[in-house]
Protein backbone atom coordinates (compact mmCIF):
# COMPACT_ATOMS: atom_id res chain seq x y z
CA UNK A 1 0.00 0.00 0.00
CA UNK A 2 1.57 3.57 -1.04
CA UNK A 3 -0.10 6.50 0.25
CA UNK A 4 1.48 10.22 0.12
CA UNK A 5 1.06 13.01 2.74
CA UNK A 6 1.75 16.76 3.02
CA UNK A 7 1.29 19.63 4.82
CA UNK A 8 0.66 22.69 3.25
CA UNK A 9 3.38 25.37 3.47
CA UNK A 10 1.10 28.23 3.94
CA UNK A 11 -1.79 26.97 6.13
CA UNK A 12 0.12 24.17 7.75
CA UNK A 13 -2.95 21.96 6.62
CA UNK A 14 -2.39 18.46 6.56
CA UNK A 15 -4.22 16.03 3.50
CA UNK A 16 -3.59 13.39 1.28
CA UNK A 17 -1.92 14.09 -1.77
CA UNK A 18 -1.76 13.04 -5.43
CA UNK A 19 1.62 13.45 -6.04
CA UNK A 20 5.18 12.84 -4.64
CA UNK A 21 6.10 16.53 -4.36
CA UNK A 22 9.29 17.95 -2.26
CA UNK A 23 8.11 17.79 1.46
CA UNK A 24 5.75 14.73 1.26
CA UNK A 25 5.41 12.10 3.62
CA UNK A 26 5.49 8.84 1.38
CA UNK A 27 3.51 5.74 3.61
CA UNK A 28 4.46 2.38 2.36
CA UNK A 29 2.88 -0.60 4.41
CA UNK A 30 3.25 -4.30 2.93
CA UNK A 31 4.68 -2.98 -0.29
CA UNK A 32 4.30 -4.63 -3.62
CA UNK A 33 7.35 -4.77 -6.12
CA UNK A 34 5.20 -2.46 -8.34
CA UNK A 35 5.32 0.02 -5.87
CA UNK A 36 8.78 -0.28 -4.36
CA UNK A 37 10.15 0.22 -8.24
CA UNK A 38 8.06 3.05 -8.66
CA UNK A 39 9.01 5.29 -5.62
CA UNK A 40 12.75 3.60 -6.43
CA UNK A 41 12.29 5.45 -9.47
CA UNK A 42 10.89 8.43 -8.35
CA UNK A 43 13.19 9.63 -5.29
CA UNK A 44 16.35 8.05 -6.44
CA UNK A 45 17.29 4.95 -3.89
CA UNK A 46 17.99 1.81 -5.09
CA UNK A 47 15.65 -0.62 -5.15
CA UNK A 48 17.77 -3.13 -2.90
CA UNK A 49 18.24 -0.99 -0.24
CA UNK A 50 14.25 -0.59 0.29
CA UNK A 51 14.03 -4.27 0.08
CA UNK A 52 16.38 -4.35 2.68
CA UNK A 53 14.44 -1.82 4.95
CA UNK A 54 11.49 -4.43 5.26
CA UNK A 55 13.52 -7.43 5.52
CA UNK A 56 12.04 -9.50 8.92
CA UNK A 57 15.55 -10.14 10.02
CA UNK A 58 16.39 -6.78 10.47
CA UNK A 59 17.39 -5.08 13.38
CA UNK A 60 17.22 -1.38 14.54
CA UNK A 61 19.92 0.35 13.12
CA UNK A 62 21.01 3.31 11.11
CA UNK A 63 22.32 2.93 7.84
CA UNK A 64 23.05 5.34 4.83
CA UNK A 65 23.38 4.88 1.14
CA UNK A 66 23.28 7.42 -2.23
CA UNK A 67 22.33 10.31 0.07
CA UNK A 68 19.12 8.43 1.74
CA UNK A 69 19.55 7.66 5.76
CA UNK A 70 17.58 4.82 7.24
CA UNK A 71 16.56 5.00 10.63
CA UNK A 72 15.44 1.08 11.72
CA UNK A 73 13.30 0.91 14.72
CA UNK A 74 11.05 -2.48 16.40
CA UNK A 75 7.46 -1.88 17.32
CA UNK A 76 5.24 -4.16 18.98
CA UNK A 77 2.99 -6.03 17.16
CA UNK A 78 -0.12 -8.39 18.40
CA UNK A 79 0.90 -12.51 17.21
CA UNK A 80 -1.67 -15.02 17.47
CA UNK A 81 -0.45 -19.11 17.48
CA UNK A 82 -2.35 -22.00 18.62
CA UNK A 83 -4.93 -19.94 20.39
CA UNK A 84 -2.41 -17.80 22.17
CA UNK A 85 -1.94 -13.88 22.04
CA UNK A 86 1.18 -12.37 22.63
CA UNK A 87 3.59 -9.49 21.65
CA UNK A 88 6.64 -9.70 18.88
CA UNK A 89 7.97 -7.03 17.05
CA UNK A 90 7.95 -5.50 13.35
CA UNK A 91 10.80 -3.54 11.73
CA UNK A 92 9.26 0.39 11.04
CA UNK A 93 12.23 1.97 8.32
CA UNK A 94 12.27 5.62 8.22
CA UNK A 95 14.10 6.71 5.53
CA UNK A 96 15.44 10.56 5.28
CA UNK A 97 15.80 11.40 1.37
CA UNK A 98 18.60 13.88 1.08
CA UNK A 99 16.05 17.49 2.58
CA UNK A 100 12.87 16.11 -0.05
CA UNK A 101 11.25 13.44 1.56
CA UNK A 102 10.73 11.52 4.15
CA UNK A 103 9.42 7.81 3.62
CA UNK A 104 8.35 4.87 6.38
CA UNK A 105 8.03 1.33 5.26
CA UNK A 106 6.48 -1.28 7.41
CA UNK A 107 6.11 -5.13 6.24
CA UNK A 108 2.63 -5.40 8.07
CA UNK A 109 -0.19 -3.42 8.95
CA UNK A 110 -0.03 -1.93 12.09
CA UNK A 111 -1.98 0.55 13.28
CA UNK A 112 1.18 2.66 15.08
CA UNK A 113 1.04 5.19 12.30
CA UNK A 114 -2.89 5.70 12.31
CA UNK A 115 -2.95 8.38 14.66
CA UNK A 116 -0.23 10.57 11.99
CA UNK A 117 -2.66 9.75 8.96
CA UNK A 118 -5.61 11.29 11.42
CA UNK A 119 -3.50 14.98 11.85
CA UNK A 120 -3.53 14.00 15.46
CA UNK A 121 -0.15 14.28 16.32
CA UNK A 122 0.31 17.86 17.30
CA UNK A 123 3.26 19.83 16.02
CA UNK A 124 3.04 17.38 12.85
CA UNK A 125 4.45 18.45 9.58
CA UNK A 126 5.72 16.71 7.36
CA UNK A 127 8.59 19.13 6.42
CA UNK A 128 10.23 19.12 9.60
CA UNK A 129 11.73 15.42 9.20
CA UNK A 130 13.69 15.34 12.15
CA UNK A 131 10.69 16.23 13.85
CA UNK A 132 8.86 13.86 12.43
CA UNK A 133 11.27 11.30 12.99
CA UNK A 134 11.75 12.00 16.86
CA UNK A 135 7.90 12.24 17.51
CA UNK A 136 7.67 8.70 15.81
CA UNK A 137 10.95 7.28 18.18
CA UNK A 138 8.46 9.13 21.16
CA UNK A 139 5.44 7.19 20.30
CA UNK A 140 7.05 4.00 19.61
CA UNK A 141 8.76 4.09 23.12
CA UNK A 142 4.96 5.26 24.94
CA UNK A 143 3.67 2.37 22.80
CA UNK A 144 5.78 -0.26 24.49
CA UNK A 145 4.84 1.47 27.98
CA UNK A 146 0.94 0.85 27.44
CA UNK A 147 1.73 -3.10 26.26
CA UNK A 148 3.63 -3.64 29.54
CA UNK A 149 0.72 -1.88 31.36
CA UNK A 150 -1.35 -4.47 29.76
CA UNK A 151 1.04 -7.21 30.56
CA UNK A 152 0.84 -5.87 34.29
CA UNK A 153 -3.20 -6.50 34.47
CA UNK A 154 -2.31 -10.36 32.93
CA UNK A 155 -0.18 -10.77 35.59
CA UNK A 156 -2.53 -9.68 38.36
CA UNK A 157 -4.90 -11.68 36.58
CA UNK A 158 -2.75 -14.62 36.29
CA UNK A 159 -2.06 -14.15 40.55
CA UNK A 160 -5.44 -14.46 41.57
CA UNK A 161 -6.16 -17.66 39.38
CA UNK A 162 -2.76 -19.14 40.36
CA UNK A 163 -3.97 -20.94 43.48
CA UNK A 164 -6.72 -22.65 41.65
CA UNK A 165 -4.41 -23.48 38.98
CA UNK A 166 -4.23 -26.89 37.88
CA UNK A 167 -4.14 -27.38 33.98
CA UNK A 168 -1.16 -26.60 32.01
CA UNK A 169 -2.97 -23.65 30.60
CA UNK A 170 -1.90 -21.62 33.40
CA UNK A 171 1.60 -22.04 32.48
CA UNK A 172 1.67 -21.82 28.90
CA UNK A 173 -0.17 -18.52 29.23
CA UNK A 174 2.49 -17.16 31.34
CA UNK A 175 5.29 -18.47 28.80
CA UNK A 176 3.57 -16.19 26.71
CA UNK A 177 3.44 -13.61 28.68
CA UNK A 178 7.56 -14.33 29.11
CA UNK A 179 7.83 -14.24 25.24
CA UNK A 180 6.60 -11.07 24.84
CA UNK A 181 8.77 -9.36 27.73
CA UNK A 182 11.68 -11.60 25.62
CA UNK A 183 10.91 -9.83 22.38
CA UNK A 184 10.21 -6.63 24.00
CA UNK A 185 13.40 -6.14 26.62
CA UNK A 186 15.42 -7.01 23.06
CA UNK A 187 12.93 -4.87 20.94
CA UNK A 188 13.57 -1.57 23.33
CA UNK A 189 17.28 -2.09 23.96
CA UNK A 190 18.23 -2.14 20.34
CA UNK A 191 15.94 0.96 20.09
CA UNK A 192 17.64 2.47 22.74
CA UNK A 193 21.13 2.63 21.29
CA UNK A 194 19.52 4.00 17.98
CA UNK A 195 18.48 7.17 19.90
CA UNK A 196 21.45 7.28 21.64
CA UNK A 197 23.18 7.71 18.35
CA UNK A 198 20.77 10.04 17.00
CA UNK A 199 21.38 12.20 20.12
CA UNK A 200 24.96 12.83 19.10
CA UNK A 201 23.65 14.75 16.27
CA UNK A 202 25.67 12.21 13.54
CA UNK A 203 22.43 10.95 11.96
CA UNK A 204 19.57 14.23 11.66
CA UNK A 205 19.95 17.54 12.13
CA UNK A 206 18.79 18.30 16.04
CA UNK A 207 17.33 21.95 17.01
CA UNK A 208 16.84 22.48 20.40
CA UNK A 209 12.97 21.52 20.87
CA UNK A 210 13.85 18.60 18.88
CA UNK A 211 16.89 17.58 21.41
CA UNK A 212 14.36 17.50 24.08
CA UNK A 213 11.81 15.54 22.65
CA UNK A 214 14.46 12.99 21.88
CA UNK A 215 15.76 12.91 25.29
CA UNK A 216 12.26 12.70 26.43
CA UNK A 217 11.96 9.39 24.12
CA UNK A 218 15.08 8.37 25.37
CA UNK A 219 13.87 8.40 29.18
CA UNK A 220 10.84 6.50 28.28
CA UNK A 221 12.42 3.88 26.39
CA UNK A 222 14.82 3.08 29.83
CA UNK A 223 12.04 3.37 31.71
CA UNK A 224 10.19 0.50 29.32
CA UNK A 225 13.49 -1.51 29.50
CA UNK A 226 13.28 -1.31 33.81
CA UNK A 227 9.14 -2.39 33.36
CA UNK A 228 10.55 -4.86 31.07
CA UNK A 229 13.07 -6.40 33.03
CA UNK A 230 11.09 -6.53 36.49
CA UNK A 231 7.65 -8.14 35.02
CA UNK A 232 10.09 -10.43 33.47
CA UNK A 233 11.56 -11.44 37.01
CA UNK A 234 8.33 -11.72 38.61
CA UNK A 235 7.02 -14.23 35.67
CA UNK A 236 9.69 -16.11 35.75
CA UNK A 237 8.99 -16.41 39.82
CA UNK A 238 5.07 -17.08 38.95
CA UNK A 239 5.83 -19.69 36.44
CA UNK A 240 8.09 -21.61 39.42
CA UNK A 241 5.05 -20.79 41.57
CA UNK A 242 2.30 -22.30 39.37
CA UNK A 243 4.23 -25.60 38.31
CA UNK A 244 5.06 -26.02 41.98
CA UNK A 245 0.73 -25.11 42.89
CA UNK A 246 0.20 -27.54 40.25
CA UNK A 247 1.31 -30.36 41.27
CA UNK A 248 0.26 -29.78 44.84
CA UNK A 249 -3.12 -29.56 43.79
CA UNK A 250 -3.23 -32.52 41.62
CA UNK A 251 -1.67 -34.58 44.88
CA UNK A 252 -4.69 -33.14 46.56
CA UNK A 253 -7.09 -34.10 44.14
CA UNK A 254 -5.48 -37.61 44.19
CA UNK A 255 -5.22 -38.55 47.78
CA UNK A 256 -8.53 -37.26 47.93
CA UNK A 257 -10.05 -39.53 45.47
CA UNK A 258 -7.62 -42.05 47.33
CA UNK A 259 -9.57 -41.53 50.44
CA UNK A 260 -12.88 -41.81 48.84
CA UNK A 261 -12.19 -44.73 47.43
CA UNK A 262 -10.93 -46.98 50.79
CA UNK A 263 -14.27 -45.65 51.88
CA UNK A 264 -16.71 -46.72 49.08
CA UNK A 265 -14.89 -50.00 49.55
CA UNK A 266 -15.94 -50.33 53.47
CA UNK A 267 -19.67 -51.49 51.81
CA UNK A 268 -18.46 -53.87 49.17
CA UNK A 269 -16.20 -55.37 52.28
CA UNK A 270 -19.44 -56.12 54.41
CA UNK A 271 -21.36 -57.06 51.84
CA UNK A 272 -18.98 -59.85 50.65
CA UNK A 273 -18.55 -60.81 54.02
CA UNK A 274 -22.50 -61.03 54.74
CA UNK A 275 -22.78 -63.31 51.21
CA UNK A 276 -20.24 -66.18 52.27
CA UNK A 277 -21.66 -69.33 52.44
CA UNK A 278 -21.03 -69.50 56.32
CA UNK A 279 -23.75 -69.04 59.31
CA UNK A 280 -24.58 -66.04 60.12
CA UNK A 281 -26.79 -66.73 62.91
CA UNK A 282 -29.76 -64.11 63.26
CA UNK A 283 -28.77 -62.06 59.76
CA UNK A 284 -29.96 -65.80 58.17
CA UNK A 285 -33.74 -65.54 59.33
CA UNK A 286 -34.20 -61.75 60.19
CA UNK A 287 -36.43 -60.04 58.22
CA UNK A 288 -34.20 -57.12 58.54
CA UNK A 289 -31.17 -58.19 57.33
CA UNK A 290 -30.97 -56.32 54.72
CA UNK A 291 -31.39 -52.95 56.74
CA UNK A 292 -28.73 -54.31 58.97
CA UNK A 293 -26.39 -54.46 56.38
CA UNK A 294 -26.60 -51.02 55.69
CA UNK A 295 -26.29 -49.49 58.90
CA UNK A 296 -23.37 -51.99 59.17
CA UNK A 297 -21.79 -50.67 56.07
CA UNK A 298 -22.61 -46.65 57.01
CA UNK A 299 -21.51 -46.56 60.21
CA UNK A 300 -18.03 -48.81 59.44
CA UNK A 301 -17.75 -45.65 56.71
CA UNK A 302 -18.63 -42.89 59.04
CA UNK A 303 -15.43 -44.32 61.32
CA UNK A 304 -13.25 -44.95 58.45
CA UNK A 305 -14.12 -41.52 56.94
CA UNK A 306 -14.19 -39.84 60.07
CA UNK A 307 -10.37 -41.47 60.54
CA UNK A 308 -9.21 -40.48 57.17
CA UNK A 309 -10.46 -36.63 57.78
CA UNK A 310 -8.51 -36.50 61.10
CA UNK A 311 -5.39 -37.73 58.98
CA UNK A 312 -6.07 -34.93 56.30
CA UNK A 313 -6.89 -37.48 53.81
CA UNK A 314 -10.20 -36.18 52.88
Known sequence: MLKIYKNNLETDEFSRAEKITVGSWIQLVAPTEEELTQISNRVGIPKGFLQSVIDD????????????????LDIPVIHKSNNMEFIKTATL?????????IITI??????????????????FYTYKK???????????????LKVLRDIRKKIELAEGNMLQATKNEEILN???????LTYIITALRSNGAVLDRILRGSVISLYEEDQDLLEDAIIENNQAISMAELYRSILESMTDTVA????????????????????ISIP???????????????????????????????????IVAYILKKRNML
Open 57 to 72: DEKPRVDEEDGCKAIL
Open 93 to 101: GILLVRDDY
Open 106 to 123: ESQKTPFLSDFTKGKVKE
Open 130 to 144: SRFTIQIAYRIAITY
Open 174 to 180: LLGLENS
Open 244 to 263: TIISNNLNTIMKFLAGITIV
Open 268 to 302: TMVASFMGMNVDLGIFETSPFAFCHLIVISIVFSL
